[in-house]
């Protein structure tokens, strides 16, 4: 059985990021990004300095140009994305 996507929830500064875009190109690598995560939470890498939990983590498609910086919760069900930069 294929495993069900984690839901993607915002911080504050997160989402005045997002609502910023005003590119349909940019809004599209963005969407194309937080898929991956939401499919996969563990295909970003964590962030060194931060040992506690939740971890952070960074995501990168160096190809849509796209960074997320992201924690899961304890089940990996919801991930909130605290950075954004397309």
Known sequence: MARQRARIAFSDAAAKQVEAITSETE????DRALV??????EA????????AQ???REYT?????VRLLY???ALGT?????????
């Open 27 to 30: 809004l599209h690598a963005l």
């Open 36 to 41: 991956v995560i939401s499919v996969d939470p």
């Open 44 to 51: 970003g890498e964590p962030l060194p300095d931060y040992p």
């Open 54 to 56: 939740p971890r952070l």
């Open 61 to 65: 498609d160096t190809v849509e140009s």
């Open 71 to 73: 924690w899961t919760s």
């Open 78 to 86: 919801v991930i909130v994305v605290a950075f954004v930069e397309v």
